[in-house]
């Protein structure tokens, strides 16, 4: 019984779990649009010309 118990809660709780260790650690590509690149000092798209 208490098996039982115990693999429900496991399974129940393993959705949770992988949610949040997923969404850490991970950074979303910046894309910026045609002719513009990333500055990573400002933080935005700047021309690539300039």
């Known amino acids: 019984m208490i098996r039982t ?29 045609d002719g513009m690149i990333w500055d990573k000092d400002s933080k935005s798209c700047t021309s690539a010309t300039g």
């Open 5 to 33: 118990i115990l693999a429900a809660l496991v399974l129940a709780s393993a959705p949770a779990l992988a949610i949040a260790e997923c969404s850490r650690g991970h950074q979303q590509a910046m894309s910026c649009a």
